[in-house]
């Protein structure tokens, strides 16, 4: 293995914040809005349906613009190091301690990529799906994870909350795939009868480094 290349949001980012100021901006108790979205997650239904059914006639696009011009200081739906899980950073150094490249790389506006780097965390590179114009589970998206990453695919680690995006498509991409049990979907999907197709299961980004170095 050379190098380990991660999902973005609830592998990294803690998005409970940035769920809960939506949840003001609908006027939707946040526990109600926090319900919902488990609701719909565990019937297999998209994030989305939760604004929809919140708001009907929910258009995200325009939502956020109208956010942005009403706010244009303020976080919204964006992230800075306050919402960073406290994990990341010593199990990046610990990786990187080892020789092994890391790298980001998610589904996730452009504005993601400026927030991450200014964290200034120790990783080789940061790429986000909007500036690459596909997202996961598209393959493609992971043919330019293997393109940036200059190794071959079977000597990537894929780590990510979800079978579905992060751990099916990256390993019939010839990739290994790590779950991560880590926010609504990532407890979910450890569930799941096919959460044995990864080639392990986290409790934590900081059992990473160890379980790497035992598989020689």
């Known amino acids: 293995m050379r190098s380990v290349v991660f999902d973005v949001g609830e592998t990294l980012i803690d998005e409970t914040r940035i769920f809960a100021r939506w949840a003001d ?61 406290p994990d990341v950073r010593p199990a990046f150094a610990a990786l990187r301690g080892m020789g092994l490249s890391v790298i980001i790389a998610g589904n996730q506006p452009l504005s993601a990529a400026p927030a991450l780097a200014a964290m200034d965390l120790p990783v080789d590179q940061i790429h986000v799906s909007d500036a690459w114009g596909v997202a996961k589970p598209d393959p493609a998206f992971f043919t330019r994870v293997g393109e940036v990453a200059g190794t ?12 579905d995006n992060d751990v099916i498509p990256a390993q019939e991409a010839g990739m ?9 979907l990532g407890y979910l999907h450890a569930e799941r009868p096919d959460a044995k197709r990864a080639d392990v299961v986290l409790n934590g980004l900081d059992e990473l480094p160890g379980w790497i170095a035992d598989q020689g």
């Open 25 to 85: 901006r609908l006027g939707v108790p946040r526990l109600a809005f926090f319900g919902l979205m488990g609701g719909m997650l565990a019937q297999g239904r998209e994030l989305m349906d939760v604004f929809r059914v919140v708001k009907p006639g929910f258009d995200l696009e325009a939502e956020s613009a109208a956010w942005r011009a009403e706010e244009p200081d303020s976080l919204r739906e964006s992230f800075d190091s306050d919402d960073l899980y």
């Open 152 to 163: 071959g695919h079977s000597e990537i680690l894929y780590v990510g909350d979800r079978i």
């Open 176 to 184: 290994r795939a790590a779950l991560l049990r880590r926010g609504m």
